[in-house]
Structures are given as structure tokens and as C-alpha cells.
């Protein structure tokens, strides 16, 4: 059984940081691909960042040079560090994994979830 359990997160400041952690057990063989996703009342979830089985991360335009992904294989851990935040960045985050080896960038195609953490920035 794969488990994604979150913590962090929280009330920022406009240009605050937080830093979000996913611990993920369950897992068999090889690295997985892993992604952050967001979503905002009134708005479809989004990819924020993913990282693939090499260890090559991909970010939406709008977070990149703000935020960055990082995993602890040795500890089965996933982050997402994010800095210089701003009211855009308030939703919902989600750790995410895909059923498979493969990764992928839309939401429907990955099959575990963390619960959720929300992130609000006030300006």
C-alpha cells in the first residue's frame, strides 16, 4: 500500500518562505517520479514541480526560480522549497505519485496523494 503523509505549510507574508515535506512508504524497486500540484478555489490543479526517477525536475512557468523539488531517496522524502511567495501561490498542495514507474505532468495520471496542505500568502 502507498502512503503519501504531508506536513508544512502555513500563513506567510508576501515574499515569506515555507518548505512542504511528503514521507511516502509502500513503494517496491526502483525511484518513482514524484510532483507537487496545487489548486486554488475557482481553479483546476496544477502541476507546481516534479521530479523524475533520474532526478531531473520540471516546474510551471510560474513558480520556477521560487521553488524547488527535492527528494531523500534514503529517506523516502519529497520537498518542495518555497520562496519569495506571493498571493498567487494561496491553494491547496499535494504530493503526488504515479502508479508506475513513469512520469507524468497532469494530475490524472497520477494514482497516490498525500492529504493536502494549505498554503496561504497574504500581501
Known amino acids: 500500500q502507498v502512503r503519501l503523509v504531508q506536513s508544512g505549510g502555513g500563513s506567510v507574508q508576501t515574499g515569506g518562505s515555507l518548505r512542504l515535506t511528503c514521507v511516502r512508504s509502500g513503494y517496491t524497486g526502483s525511484r518513482r517520479c514524484m510532483g507537487w500540484f496545487r489548486q486554488a478555489p475557482g481553479k483546476s490543479r496544477e502541476l507546481v514541480a516534479r521530479?523524475?526517477?533520474?532526478?531531473?525536475?520540471t516546474y510551471a512557468d510560474s513558480v520556477k526560480g521560487r521553488f524547488t523539488i527535492s527528494q531523500d531517496n534514503a529517506k523516502n522524502t519529497l520537498h518542495l522549497e518555497m520562496n519569495s511567495l506571493k498571493p498567487e501561490d494561496t491553494a491547496m498542495y499535494y504530493c503526488a505519485a504515479p502508479s508506475g514507474p513513469l512520469c507524468y505532468n497532469q494530475w490524472q495520471n497520477y494514482n497516490y496523494w498525500g492529504q493536502g496542505t494549505q498554503v496561504t500568502v497574504s500581501s
Open positions: 521530479i523524475d526517477n533520474r532526478g531531473n525536475s
